[in-house]
């Protein structure tokens, strides 16, 4: 039995801090891979994790190159707009909202994969009440960005 919790609890340390940290993108179902030229839902997870514990007022994700965004869902309590570029095609989605510090808000989004293999990078970018921002896209380390492999 001892052995059984500790293997829980080392489980439940590993997962669950990598499950409730970060900006994360997964498919609808939690999967970190998707097919070619599929129409895929996507989620986006993002926690407060505010060191100045600040609400997260916006949520900004730039769409990564050979995804086309076709939908997303309303997400209560929040305003959702979009960026394009000079040919009108969706760059990146906008949030803007209250995430208070030890909460967890959930983006639904719905798009095309591309059609050769790629590793799309989300790039997100939380902006906090107190206008400091975390930037997910790789530039440090400590904040990487979230990805899908496309196959």
């Known amino acids: ?27 609808e179902l939690g999967a970190t891979e998707s097919a070619l030229g599929a129409t895929e839902m996507y989620r986006l997870q993002v926690p407060n994790e505010s060191a100045a514990t600040s609400a997260t007022t916006q949520v900004r994700m730039l769409l990564p190159a050979g995804f086309v965004l076709s939908r997303t869902l309303q997400a209560p309590g929040w305003k959702r707009t979009f960026e394009k570029d000079a040919a009108g095609k969706i760059t990146a989605v906008v949030w803007t909202g209250r ?42 380390k400590d904040f990487p960005a979230s990805s899908t492999t496309v196959k």
């Open 99 to 140: 995430i208070e510090p030890q909460e967890i808000a959930r983006f639904y989004f719905q798009g095309a994969n591309p059609k050769e293999a790629a590793q799309l990078t989300w790039k997100v970018y939380q902006k906090y009440a107190d206008n400091t921002v975390t930037a997910w896209d790789d530039a440090n």
């Open 1 to 27: 039995m001892r052995i059984l919790n500790t293997l829980f609890t080392v489980t439940t340390l590993a997962f669950g801090a990598s499950a409730a940290a970060h900006a994360v993108v997964r498919t």
